[in-house]
């Protein structure tokens, strides 16, 4: 069967919570997970201690070793875990797509090649 990390969400309305979880892919959402790996906490938090002018922080607290087994027996981590343990530096990030498929990586590359052509 295949197993997933995924997010499940936790909090009250307008505040949410979420733990990063390893669930099997067929289970609903909220449902008792395998193994809690973690926490994600969306909202900006500001550091305690620290003045009004102090950047805020959004506080992602995960297991790493135990992240790091899970995706080396082949778990498959959803679009938003990906984005959290690529963060993290676990995962590398994914390509972001642009209009039409294309990633933007190419896109730029193809507006560098006819400015260039426009110069000359």
């Known amino acids: 069967m295949v197993v997933r990390l995924r997010l499940a969400r936790f909090g009250k ?3 949410p919570f979420y733990n990063i979880v390893v669930a099997h892919a067929r289970t609903a959402r909220n449902s008792q997970p395998l193994e809690v790996l973690g926490t994600y906490d969306p ?3 500001i550091p305690p201690g620290a003045t009004s002018t102090s950047t805020p922080y959004k506080d992602i607290r995960l297991d790493r070793t ?3 087994y899970w995706l080396g027996v082949g778990a ?3 679009e ?3 984005k959290l343990l690529a963060m993290v530096g676990l995962l590398e990030p994914k390509l972001r797509r642009g209009s039409g498929g294309v990633p933007l990586t190419a896109r730029i590359g193809e507006s560098e090649a006819r ?3 426009r110069s000359a």
Do not use: M
């Open 13 to 15: 309305r307008n505040r």
């Open 43 to 45: 909202v900006p938090q």
């Open 66 to 68: 135990r992240a790091k």
């Open 76 to 78: 498959q981590p959803s």
């Open 80 to 82: 938003p875990v990906w």
């Open 115 to 117: 400015e260039g052509v």
